[in-house]
């Protein structure tokens, strides 16, 4: 599986309103996305004047001869969008935040130039994109199913038309049966501060992150998973080369608080 950045010129297409009505969007394919494939992510960098990613989606379909999906009351300069020739279709996974990953904060992670065009991610750049959009992506996970056992596979390897790291949904149920929904911190729970709105949300940590594993593992969710809320989830992890562990970061807290 491979993750691309590609630009939006927001003075030709409104994608912010095309998001906001339709979950899925044709998109051209340049010959820069020849080698994507289905399952592949796609973020999508705002051009001026935001300069920052806004949307994580994953790619439904590719070569795509026409448009399919009717967003056309926001091309705004029909010119680059209407017959362009292959498409590709995005689902949208999740917006993120503003500030996440603007243009100064992809160039001091390794990324070169401005995002002029599509382009794959590579190296510290995409391990510290990773990181930044991993919660976005376990969101999406959701399962009913019941429990039975105390270790599952975590990190399987999925063909499909390319290759993804399946994250087991259960792992996650099981996780928080175990330690509960209160970030292993700071104490916030989410339910406290928001009431029903924050019933059961929470995130899970993967103590080593699946993207250094990069093959199948036994996991257990009493060991290798911690639920952690949305601001500690990010510090762990804003060390590229080696996420804080859980008593760093408590290490941490206590001192700032005490200054």
Same mark, same amino acid.
């Given at each position: 599986?491979?993750?691309?950045?590609?630009p939006?010129?927001?003075?030709? =297409?409104?994608?912010?309103?095309?998001f906001?009505?339709?979950d %899925?969007?044709?998109?051209?394919?340049?010959?820069?996305?020849k080698?994507?494939?289905i399952?592949?992510?796609?973020?999508?960098?705002l051009?001026?004047?935001?300069?920052?990613?806004? =949307?994580?989606?994953e790619?439904?379909?590719?070569?795509?001869?026409r448009?399919?999906? !009717?967003?056309s009351? #926001?091309?705004?300069?029909?010119?680059?969008?209407?017959?362009?020739?292959?498409?590709?279709?995005l689902?949208?996974?999740?917006?993120? !935040?503003?500030?996440?990953?603007?243009s100064?904060?992809?160039?001091?992670?390794g990324?070169?130039?401005? %995002?002029?065009?599509?382009?794959?991610?590579?190296?510290? @750049? @995409? !391990?510290?994109?990773?990181?930044?959009?991993?919660?976005?992506?376990?969101?999406?996970?959701?399962?009913?199913?019941?429990?039975?056992?105390t270790?599952?596979?975590?990190?399987?390897?999925?063909?499909?038309?390319?290759?993804?790291?399946?994250?087991?949904?259960? @792992?996650r149920?099981?996780?928080?049966?175990?330690?509960?929904?209160?970030?292993? %911190?700071?104490?916030f729970? #989410?339910?406290?501060? =928001?009431?029903k709105?924050?019933?059961? #949300?929470?995130?899970?940590?993967?103590?080593?992150?699946?993207?250094?594993?990069?093959?199948?593992?036994?996991?257990?969710?009493?060991?290798?998973?911690?639920?952690?809320?949305?601001?500690?989830?990010?510090?762990i992890?804003r060390?590229?080369?080696?996420?804080?562990?859980?008593?760093?970061?408590?290490?941490?807290? !206590?001192?700032?608080?005490?200054?």
């Amino acid at each position: 599986m491979k993750h691309w950045i590609i630009p939006c010129n927001v003075k030709a =297409y409104d994608v912010k309103s095309a998001f906001e009505k339709l979950d %899925v969007l044709d998109w051209k394919q340049s010959n820069n996305l020849k080698s994507a494939m289905i399952g592949d992510i796609v973020l999508i960098y705002l051009s001026s004047p935001y300069s920052y990613v806004k =949307y994580v989606c994953e790619i439904a379909a590719v070569n795509k001869p026409r448009v399919t999906i !009717d967003d056309s009351d #926001f091309i705004i300069k029909g010119d680059n969008y209407e017959k362009y020739g292959n498409y590709m279709e995005l689902k949208l996974i999740s917006e993120i !935040d503003d500030t996440m990953l603007t243009s100064p904060i992809l160039k001091l992670n390794g990324m070169k130039g401005n %995002v002029q065009g599509p382009r794959s991610l590579k190296g510290d @750049l @995409l !391990d510290f994109v990773l990181e930044c959009i991993d919660p976005c992506l376990n969101s999406k996970i959701t399962d009913e199913s019941k429990l039975e056992n105390t270790e599952y596979k975590e990190g399987k390897i999925i063909v499909q038309y390319g290759t993804k790291f399946e994250r087991n949904p259960k @792992l996650r149920k099981k996780a928080i049966e175990l330690h509960g929904v209160t970030c292993k %911190v700071c104490d916030f729970n #989410f339910e406290k501060a =928001y009431g029903k709105l924050g019933k059961d #949300f929470i995130e899970i940590h993967h103590i080593k992150p699946m993207y250094q594993i990069r093959e199948e593992i036994a996991m257990n969710p009493e060991t290798d998973l911690v639920p952690l809320c949305s601001n500690c989830h990010k510090m762990i992890h804003r060390k590229i080369k080696r996420p804080l562990t859980i008593q760093e970061l408590k290490e941490i807290i !206590d001192v700032e608080g005490k200054e």
